[in-house]
């Protein structure tokens, strides 16, 4: 089955993000549903998720600890040595990945290096999780 990894992220990292939603991995389609925008925008669908819970399986988001040594990570594979140290600075005094984003946005080219690595660990993170359910997958 084909399986959107942008989604897998997006559930992954709900609580990063500040995104206080429910994600649930339909077994039969890969499809995975946002609790809050699929009650809203199609009720019967989401109707299914709590008539047959079996058919689903919710999708946790990562601990904060998580995301933390994946930003650490990322600072260790930097070169430039004053660019490293202003990020290690910054994971230090907040920690935060909205701070940790909105730094990497004014360093464009730390930016594209950061969303290619952090895609392909994320990529990781999904595949283990998809095969710790034992589900045959693509991703799109």
């Known amino acids: ?21 429910e994600y649930y991995f339909d077994k039969n389609t890969g499809e995975i549903l946002s609790a809050d925008a699929t009650a809203s925008k199609d009720p019967a669908k989401f109707a ?10 919710q999708i946790k988001p990562l601990p904060a600890q998580d995301i933390a040594l ?12 004053e660019i490293r140290e202003d990020l290690e600075e910054l994971l230090l005094e907040s920690g935060t990945y909205e701070e940790f984003k909105l730094t990497l946005s004014e360093l464009p ?32």
Do not use: Y
């Open 1 to 21: 089955m084909k399986v959107e990894l942008s989604k897998f992220i997006q559930a992954f990292e709900s609580w990063a993000n500040r995104d206080f939603d």
């Open 48 to 57: 299914t998720v709590e008539r047959s819970p079996e058919l689903f399986i």
């Open 70 to 81: 994946l930003m650490d990570d990322f600072v260790g594979t930097l070169t430039d040595e």
């Open 109 to 140: 080219e730390v930016q594209k290096n950061w969303e290619e690595f952090h895609r392909r660990e994320m990529k990781q993170v999904a595949t283990s999780w998809l095969r710790n359910h034992d589900l045959s997958f693509s991703f799109d």
